[in-house]
């Protein structure tokens, strides 16, 4: 049996975005963590769980949105990308969030899960980047930043584990 490598790279780039094969997955890192624990500020770190799961979930809609839609205009650097509340204004703002972050993640998949997709074919309105490159930079954004929602819980006292 012979081994299809362009399916083969987009099975491996699906999982990669999924994350759970070196790191803690998205579901991993925030399932559980307790209501009052989102908005919460540990001394010597920038941001609360809940800035970075906004931020998690703005900077992969603007990167999806890029790789897609040659009307996007993504926010403006930083400001646009970080919220400047520290704490959700309700467990539906959360929930919101949460959603959103996985349809864009699942969005991404199907985007390069496509055989129609050319993964190495310079997207027209952007300055050179592919689809591979975009889905490479939302892995390795995500991951970066469920890492840091993974040491915040542990200080929290909010990790399972514990």
């Known amino acids: 049996m012979s081994i299809n490598p362009?399916?083969?790279l987009r099975e491996h780039l699906v999982g990669l975005l999924r994350g759970g094969n070196a790191h803690t997955a998205f579901d991993g890192a925030i399932s559980g963590l307790p209501a009052e624990a989102r908005g919460k500020k540990i001394r010597g770190l920038p941001h609360t769980a809940w800035m970075i799961l906004e931020h998690l979930r703005i900077a992969q809609w603007?990167?999806?949105?890029?790789?897609?839609?040659?009307?996007?205009?993504s926010p403006r650097w930083p400001e646009?990308?970080?919220?400047?509340?520290?704490?959700?204004?309700?467990?539906?703002?959360?929930?919101?969030?949460?959603?959103?972050?996985?349809?864009?993640?699942?969005?991404?998949?199907?985007?390069?899960?496509?055989?129609?997709?050319?993964?190495?074919?310079?997207?027209?309105?952007?300055?050179?980047?592919?689809?591979?490159?975009e889905a490479l930079l939302v892995a390795d954004h995500n991951a970066?930043?469920?890492g840091e929602l993974v040491v915040l819980r542990r200080l929290l006292g909010a990790w399972p584990a514990q």
């Open 80 to 133: 646009g990308y970080w919220p400047q509340q520290t704490a959700p204004s309700s467990d539906s703002a959360w929930n919101k969030s949460e959603r959103a972050f996985r349809e864009d993640l699942e969005t991404m998949e199907a985007l390069v899960s496509a055989r129609e997709t050319d993964l190495y074919a310079p997207i027209p309105w952007g300055k050179g980047q592919t689809i591979l490159r």
């Open 144 to 146: 970066y930043h469920i």
């Open 6 to 8: 362009d399916q083969a």
């Open 62 to 73: 603007d990167i999806v949105e890029f790789s897609r839609n040659p009307q996007h205009t």
